[in-house]
């Protein structure tokens, strides 16, 4: 049977029990939209947070990107998951027993201010229509490529199975729905990867598979063979990295602080009955991604030992074009892999210096992968359904944040305090529509920068919301307008550095002319410690804060009493 | 207040910053220590196939995170017991 039967199969199958999840947890209130009711066991709202993390970029890209970066790809395995350490230990137990719904809730009842509130909106909504628009896209892709419909069905297809979901069910039917993306994402990712860690290295688990022997060479090891071959084709080697050591320090910090103040991650840890269960809670979420994110750097060096041998030939005298694989002919056809034959051998040769001939676009890897390896139709078919699963839950988990945040936030505690819970949830069914509408159409019109703004989400993460919400627990003293002048400060900033580099002047993006080597991913950990630096400074030179808020803030530093989230 | 009294209360929150600024010390050292600063000086130590910096940079860090949620969600319940700040079983 064809690989395009078995992946209308595989697909069409998870497509039904999306929505067949969604028909069943329907949400009936503001509560179940928003916070699925405070009821989730924390085991399943670790998986659905799993799920809602892993984006398409998670599953598709991150690996191919590894593959070309060898150590330096590291910022990313670190940088994605040492956030949810911060989390866990300094953020989720607190703001779960304070027992709102969101995190401009949070910023606006902790600084006591409408102002403060207006601009935590205005960030969460930003950074979750930046991330939405990249994950409708890769379902975009995922279709083109493996059900050969062009990328504008694939992505209105996308579009209306979120919107069934979203708009009916809310945060219930989105975790949910999300429970089984999580077993149909993880299944896809791992199934692949045991398969040809057992074929290179004899070794059914991946990661151990990614420290042992080959078969094909006895007595040498997978990385040494890599290296040996990096420095032979004129690449770095591929456990050195390129980058300075500076660099990767603040890019994997930006990543990580980035992470605890994401808006979407953060209202996870709402969902859940007790604030025991929010700590538990993320350490089911972590050792979920873990799966994903311990096989994702053996997947890609197996991929490059592999792409390599393929291309180059057992001689490393270059593989006749004539005689390439189907997959290389295959990739071809969508421009996603070129070859120029510059020398005229009729041979295609691959690598780091002035001898290469190939141009293999890194996000391809985990999507090629199977085929390279020569894995059956129906593996193949999973990896389609997978890569859907994954952009799926993360644009539902996004969509949620910007209806809530407008619903809520800003009709609900702004402009039109009087509206009734039926109308409050009716404006916020409606704004996940719009959302979904909007984000459908930037999937297939994206902005020439949809890579670019992923680095800006992170930055802005980092240097806002994270340190306005440590310093609302840790730092019962710290007021209004420090924390203000200190989340303005870090954004301002941040947003600065990253739009001259990356917009304005992008020529001059280089080693040489960042500040203290920082590049534009890493500087959102600089605008954190600005934001805490400018917040300490101004709040020592303005009015104390109220006692009652004072109390508020001993109140969350302890279990007792949380009751489930609710509306006041 | 739950807590018997004001000095109950600030030893609990005094423990609680004393177990998370420790694991958080530890969190820093897999990641930042010897994945990144000390990577360079670690990878001359082989790791069964692996160099050790670079195993602590692609995966055991993320091994060290995972165990750490969990040594913190119980040692925090021991907490919460011991000053009878635990959430009532509803």
């Known amino acids: 049977m064809s690989i395009q039967f078995w992946t209308f199969l595989i697909v069409g199958i998870s497509f039904a029990l999306y929505i067949g999840i969604a028909i069943w947890a329907r949400a009936g209130s503001t509560k179940e939209f928003y916070v699925a009711g405070g009821g989730v066991h924390p085991v399943a709202n670790g998986m659905a947070t799993a799920a809602d993390w892993m984006s398409a970029a998670s599953f598709i890209s991150m690996a191919g990107l590894i593959s070309f970066m060898g150590y330096d790809g590291a910022v990313y395995l670190m940088g994605w998951t040492g956030g949810y350490v911060l989390l866990a230990l300094c953020l989720a137990p607190y703001l779960r027993k304070f027992g709102k719904f969101t995190v401009p809730d949070f910023i606006g009842d902790r600084y006591y201010s409408q102002t403060a509130r207006t601009v935590a909106v205005i960030c969460a909504i930003f950074v979750s229509f930046t991330y939405v628009a990249g994950q409708m896209r890769g379902v975009g892709v995922v279709f083109s490529r493996f059900l050969e419909v062009d990328i504008t069905t694939g992505v209105v297809i996308g579009m209306a199975v979120v919107f069934f979901y979203a708009v009916l069910g809310g945060m219930k039917g989105i975790t949910y729905t999300q429970v089984a993306q999580f077993c149909v994402l993880i299944f896809a990712y791992t199934v692949p990867a045991v ?158 210096d002035e001898r290469n001939e190939m141009k293999v676009d890194r996000d391809i890897m985990v999507l090629a992968n199977p085929e390279i390896a020569n894995l059956p139709a129906w593996v193949i078919a999973l990896v389609a359904a997978g890569g859907i699963a994954a952009a799926l839950s993360t644009s539902a988990g996004l969509l949620l944040v910007i209806s809530t945040s407008i619903s809520h936030d800003l009709l609900k505690r702004n402009l039109m305090p009087n509206i009734t819970d039926k109308q409050e949830l009716l404006y916020a069914r409606a704004a996940a529509a719009i959302g979904i509408c909007v984000a459908g159409y930037l999937g297939i019109h994206p902005p020439g920068f949809v890579a670019q703004v992923v680095a800006f989400a992170f930055g802005l993460a980092a240097s806002s919301f994270f340190p306005a919400i440590i310093l609302g627990i840790f730092y019962k003293k710290m007021n209004k307008e420090g924390a203000i002048a200190g989340m303005l400060s870090g954004i301002l900033f941040t947003a600065a550095y990253i739009v001259y580099f990356k917009f304005i002047n992008p020529a001059a993006s280089v080693p040489e002319n960042w500040l203290f080597g920082i590049s534009p991913e890493g500087i959102g950990t600089l605008g954190m410690l600005i934001n805490f630096a400018v917040a300490l400074v101004v709040n020592k030179m303005t009015a104390e804060v109220p006692e009652d808020v004072q109390e508020m803030v001993e109140s969350i530093r302890f279990p007792k009493g949380a009751g489930t989230a609710s509306v006041h | 207040m739950a807590f018997e009294n004001k000095e109950a209360a600030r030893a609990y929150w005094r423990a609680n910053l004393k177990l998370m600024l420790t694991l958080l010390g530890i969190w820093f050292a897999v990641s930042y220590g010897f994945g990144i600063l000390l990577a360079d000086a670690l990878n001359a130590i082989p790791f069964f196939g692996f160099k050790l910096g670079f195993w602590f940079a692609q995966q055991g860090s993320i091994y060290v995170f995972v165990i750490l949620i969990f040594v913190y969600v119980g040692l925090m319940n021991r907490l919460d017991r011991k000053f009878n700040v635990r959430e009532d079983d509803e």
């Open chain 1, 195 to 352: 398969f040809i860690s057992m074929m290179m290295t004899g070794h059914v688990i991946p990661q151990l598979g990614f420290g042992a022997e080959l078969v094909s060479d006895p007595g040498v090891y997978l990385l040494d063979k890599l290296d040996g071959l990096s420095a032979e084709l004129g690449f770095t080697a591929y456990t050195d990295g390129t980058k300075s050591v500076a660099d990767v320090f603040f890019i994997t910090a930006a990543l990580m602080v980035g992470t605890a103040g994401l808006p979407h991650v953060i209202v996870r840890f709402f969902t859940v009955p007790k604030v025991r269960d929010a700590r538990k809670s993320a350490g089911w979420a972590l050792l979920f991604i873990a799966i994903l994110y311990t096989t994702a750097p053996a997947v890609a060096s197996f991929a490059r030992v592999n792409m390599i041998n393929t291309i180059n030939g057992p001689e490393m005298a270059g593989t006749p074009h004539a005689e390439a694989p189907s997959w290389i002919k295959n990739w071809e056809q969508t421009g996603l892999i070129s070859w120029d034959d510059k020398n005229s051998d009729g041979r295609m040769f691959y690598s780091g």
